[in-house]
C-alpha cells in the first residue's frame, strides 16, 4: 500500500508555489498596500528597494489599521494589509479574504513620551500615570492598535496595582477626542498637542519616537518596561492572487526586508545572521 509522505507533498507544493511565484512573466502590475501609518517608512523604503529589484509599482495608503480593515470589509480591495497588529490579519483571513494564513514580519515596542523637565523614569511612571493632574494620551482602541496595546499596557498596571487600571481608561484622551492647533509650526500631531499644553504623557510606538523628537527635541521617551510592554506583533495579510503582492511579503520576510524594518525602528523578526569568519 503506498503511503502518501505528507510532510514532503506540502513541502513540494509550497516550493511549486513559490517557485511559480517568483517565475510568473514580468508585468508592469501595480500593488496596492492598506498600511499601518506606524509603517509609513517601512512601506516607502520597500516601494523604493522592491520596484528597483522587482519591477513592482507601489500605491499605498495609511491610516490606523482597524479602520483600514473595515474599508476591506466595506468592500475596498487592496492587495496587501501591513497591520501594527495581527488581529486585523486574522480577522480577515477568518472571513476567507486572505489568499494565504496571516504573516507575522515584524515587531516594536511602546514608549512613553513626556517633557524631559517632568522627569518620569522606570521606577515612578506609574505614580505618575496615576497622578490626578497628569493627562495622558493614546491612541484609539479599535481603530488603531495602538490604542489597544496602551489599554492592555493599563490592564498589566491593574494586576500590579487593582483598580488603576479603570481609573487609567477613565483619564486617558485618545487622538478621537484631541485637536492639534492649526497654523503652529510643529508639524507631528502629538508634537502639536504637547505644545499647546493639551498632554504632559503620550503612549506611542518607539519607532516613531525620532521623527517626533525631530520636531519636539524637549520631549523625552521611555521604553515601557518589559513587565508592562504588550510586544507588539505586526501582521500582513494577502489578499489577492497577484504574484506581486505574494512578492512582496515575502521581500517583508527576507534579510533586506527585516534590514528595512530595522532601519525604520522595527524589531526584526530574525536577527542578522554573523558574518561567516574569515
Request: net charge neutral.
Amino acid at each position: 500500500m503506498h503511503v502518501i509522505d505528507k510532510p514532503r507533498m506540502l513541502a513540494a507544493v509550497t516550493l511549486g508555489l513559490l517557485t511559480a511565484t517568483w517565475m510568473a512573466p514580468a508585468r508592469s502590475e501595480t500593488v496596492e498596500i492598506f498600511a499601518a501609518g506606524s509603517l509609513r517608512g517601512v512601506v516607502n523604503e520597500l516601494a523604493q528597494q522592491a520596484g528597483t529589484e522587482l519591477g513592482i509599482e507601489v500605491k499605498s495608503s495609511f491610516g490606523g489599521s482597524g479602520l483600514m480593515r473595515e474599508r476591506i470589509e466595506k468592500g475596498e480591495s487592496p492587495d496587501l494589509l501591513l497591520s501594527a497588529d495581527l488581529g486585523s490579519p486574522r480577522k480577515l483571513e477568518a472571513m476567507h479574504r486572505t489568499v494565504v494564513p496571516a504573516i507575522a514580519f515584524a515587531r516594536n515596542q511602546m514608549c512613553i513620551l513626556s517633557r524631559r523637565s517632568a522627569r518620569v523614569r522606570a521606577s515612578n511612571l506609574i505614580d505618575r500615570m496615576l497622578e490626578k493632574n497628569v493627562r495622558l494620551k493614546t491612541s484609539t482602541p479599535v481603530a488603531d492598535p495602538s490604542g489597544d496595546y496602551a489599554w492592555a499596557i493599563f490592564e498589566r498596571i491593574d494586576a500590579l496595582r487593582p483598580g488603576s487600571g479603570a481609573l487609567l481608561r477613565q483619564k486617558a484622551q485618545t487622538s478621537m477626542n484631541l485637536t492639534a492647533p492649526q497654523g503652529t509650526a510643529v508639524q507631528n500631531p502629538t508634537a502639536a498637542l504637547f505644545a499647546s499644553n493639551q498632554i504632559d504623557l503620550s503612549i506611542t510606538y518607539c519607532s516613531g519616537v525620532p521623527t517626533l523628537q525631530q520636531d519636539a527635541p524637549e520631549l523625552a521617551s521611555l521604553v515601557v518596561p518589559p513587565q508592562l510592554d504588550p510586544h507588539p506583533v505586526y501582521g500582513a495579510a494577502v489578499l489577492s492572487t497577484k504574484a506581486q503582492a505574494l512578492q512582496l511579503a515575502l521581500y517583508l520576510l527576507s534579510e533586506k526586508g527585516q534590514a528595512i524594518i530595522a532601519s525604520q525602528g522595527l524589531v526584526p523578526l530574525v536577527e542578522p545572521p554573523m558574518a561567516a569568519q574569515p
